[in-house]
């Protein structure tokens, strides 16, 4: 949990008052640990550290095309919290 939240602040700036751990899930070699949390409204990612870019989407326009193919695997793995 701690890890995940440092990452979280590392990698876009934001600052996850808590966070809830969902599942873990595996695809092809890597294991992934589903967090989720609540951001302030307003609250804006900025790319930091190993990141070049990061943004808002909202649910309905995401797809899988603008993911890397790790995780667009996550997000057609059709977990609830991944899907709209």
Not at 8 to 22: C, F, G, K, N, V
Not at 48 to 73: D, F, G, H, Q, Y
């Given at each position: 949990?701690?890890?995940?939240?440092?990452?979280?602040?590392?990698?876009?700036?934001?600052?996850?008052?808590?966070?809830?751990?969902?599942?873990?899930?595996?695809?092809?070699?890597?294991?992934?640990?589903?967090?989720?949390t609540?951001?302030?409204?307003?609250?804006?990612?900025?790319?930091?550290?190993?990141?070049?870019?990061?943004?808002?989407?909202?649910?309905?326009?995401?797809?899988?095309?603008?993911?890397?193919?790790?995780?667009?695997?996550?997000?057609?793995?059709?977990l609830?919290?991944?899907?709209?």
């Amino acid at each position: 949990m701690e890890a995940a939240a440092r990452e979280l602040r590392e990698e876009t700036s934001i600052e996850a008052p808590a966070l809830l751990s969902l599942c873990t899930i595996r695809i092809g070699y890597t294991i992934h640990h589903i967090f989720t949390t609540h951001v302030h409204d307003g609250e804006k990612p900025m790319a930091c550290n190993e990141i070049v870019a990061c943004k808002w989407v909202p649910r309905e326009k995401l797809s899988p095309s603008m993911l890397k193919s790790t995780a667009a695997a996550l997000m057609l793995s059709h977990l609830p919290a991944l899907i709209a």
